[in-house]
Nanobody, 117 residues
Framework: QVQVVESGGGLVQAGGSLRLSCVVS????????MTWARQGSEKQHEFVAT???????DYADSVRGRFAISRDNAKNTVYLQMNSLKPEDTSIYYC???????????WGQGTQVTVSS
């Protein structure tokens, strides 16, 4: 059974930092593209950051330069370091694992991030 579990959310003041973690089990995480997304205004997933199975990264323009995605394959864990947080970063943050060839993907339940002004 595949599980994707996010943690690390919380309440932080604007300008502060948080580090989110995403632990996956039941799959070999190193084979998967890992992505962080957040709930958008229309309740859809809004792309935040991604890291390929080869370590290539990409970011949404709104977070580029403030957020950093990384992975520790030995721990089957992906991180999202969030710095210089803004109130508009407030959302539920989700982690997903997608196989680059089969496109099979798995999502976690999300972790709440709240940034106060």
């Amino acid at each position: 059974q595949v599980q994707v579990v996010e943690s690390g959310g919380g309440l932080v003041q604007a300008g502060g930092s948080l580090r989110l973690s995403c632990v996956v089990s039941g799959i070999i995480a190193s084979e998967y593209v890992m992505t962080w997304a957040r709930q958008g205004s229309e309740k859809q997933h809004e792309f935040v950051a991604t890291i390929s199975n080869l370590g290539d990264t990409d970011y949404a323009d709104s977070v580029r330069g403030r957020f950093a995605i990384s992975r520790d394959n030995a721990k089957n864990t992906v991180y999202l370091q969030m710095n210089s947080l803004k109130p508009e970063d407030t959302s539920i943050y989700y982690c997903s694992a997608r196989h680059p060839f089969t496109a099979r993907d798995y999502w976690g339940q999300g972790t709440q991030v709240t940034v106060s002004s």
